[in-house]
């Protein structure tokens, strides 16, 4: 079964520090996965996908298929960032969420 | 271009209740969706659309009906409303390059 799997529900780190938000899939075939982010009250919004491999506000996410994950780091957390992280499967499949708390 | 747009924004409805939740979007996207959004539940797909005419069960469709009435709306349905139910409804369209376009929320209350 097409599975994500976000085992964080809160992760608190302090201004500067790594962040790490980890994603681990269940998927027979190629994986297509995303990173959204929301911003408080604000509409989910597109952070990353695999396919593009690129740096988004600092942050980078790569596929790793022997572990099935799609963890999403950054070296240097913002009071910005502070947000809910979900990682997506395709298209219909979404993980719980974390929510990322930056503290000053 | 509005991206999707949802109304209403807010509800309060008493069990029992029925009502009718609006999504369209101006981008020409064949594919939308109707998510819950729970605490400790992340985002739960009710229903989805993946093109005008069709609709398809999500993980949570029980207790909603849907309407892609044309390419533009995709209506979510509650007939009976449940206290269960109050959640933060989202809509979104499908870009071409697969990324989900999400609309702005409905969060609705059953007393």
Excluded at chain 1, 4 to 12: A, G, I, R, W, Y
Excluded at chain 2, 4 to 16: A, D, I, W
């Amino acid at each position: 079964a097409q599975r994500v799997t976000q085992p964080e529900k809160l992760l608190s780190v302090f201004k500067g520090a790594p962040v790490e938000l980890k994603c681990n899939y269940s998927y027979s075939g190629s994986p297509e996965l995303f990173w959204y982010v929301q911003y408080s009250r604000q509409r989910l919004q597109l952070l990353l996908r695999h396919i593009s491999r690129e740096s988004i506000k600092g942050f980078t996410a790569d596929l790793n298929k022997g572990e099935t994950s799609f963890h999403l780091k950054k070296p240097f957390a913002q009071e910005e960032d502070s947000a809910m992280y979900y990682c997506a499967l395709g298209q219909l499949i979404f993980g719980q969420g974390t929510e990322l708390s930056v503290k000053p | 271009n509005a991206g999707v747009t949802q109304t209403p924004k807010f509800q309060v409805l008493k069990t029992g209740q029925s009502m009718t939740l609006q999504c369209a979007q101006d981008m020409n996207h064949n594919s939308m969706y109707w998510y819950r959004q729970d605490p400790g539940m992340g985002l739960r797909l009710i229903y989805y659309s993946a093109s005008e005419g069709t609709t398809d069960k999500g993980e949570v469709p029980n207790g909603y009906n849907v309407s892609r009435l044309n390419k533009r709306e995709f209506s979510l349905r509650l007939e009976s409303a449940a206290p269960s139910q109050t959640s933060v409804y989202f809509c979104a369209s499908r870009l071409p390059n697969n990324e989900q376009f999400f609309g702005p929320g409905t969060r609705l209350t059953v007393l």
